[in-house]
């Protein structure tokens, strides 16, 4: 008798990770691009469930709504990519992650990001989904 379930095969860089950023999240935006806290208002690629609230994890694109920075760019939708989240979530070698905020970097439509560097660290998991994050951070945990 033939195995059921689907068969596991993909990219190495999204896995099953438990999703700790939903929506109407207040995040730190974790760069100099000008905003300090941000809304999150959408999840990109997510498939919706009936009353299942949207969910994102570390390396997701999200719509942010910018609540609060420079003036010019408060009340501004733009997407953002999640680079650290409070929840727990494990690493495909076994090891448990958390970190200490909720955190964002803001990207332009094309899939850059908007600052120049990025304050404190840098999940693997994004780096790794987003390489052109790896360059402006500091720490890469």
């Not at 942010?64 to 920075?69: C, E, H, K, L, Y």
């Not at 304050?119 to 390489?131: D, F, H, S, T, V």
Request: net charge positive; no cysteine; charged share 25%.
């Amino acid at each position: 008798m033939a195995k059921r379930g689907p068969k596991v095969t993909g990219v190495s860089y999204r896995l099953d990770l438990t999703p700790g950023i939903f929506m109407e999240s207040l995040v730190k935006v974790a760069d100099n691009s000008g905003a300090t806290l941000a809304r999150v208002i959408g999840v990109i690629r997510y498939k919706p469930v009936w009353r299942r609230i949207p969910g994102a994890s570390v390396g997701d694109m999200v719509v942010v709504s910018i609540r609060a920075g420079k003036p010019e760019l408060r009340k501004q939708i733009m997407r953002a990519v999640v680079i650290r989240q409070r929840r727990p979530y494990r690493r495909a070698d076994g090891t448990w992650i958390a970190f200490e905020d909720n955190a964002v970097v803001i990207m332009t439509p094309e899939g850059e990001p908007k600052g120049t560097e990025i304050r404190g660290p840098l999940a693997k998991e994004a780096a790794e989904r987003w390489p052109s994050l790896a360059p402006l951070a500091t720490i890469i945990v």
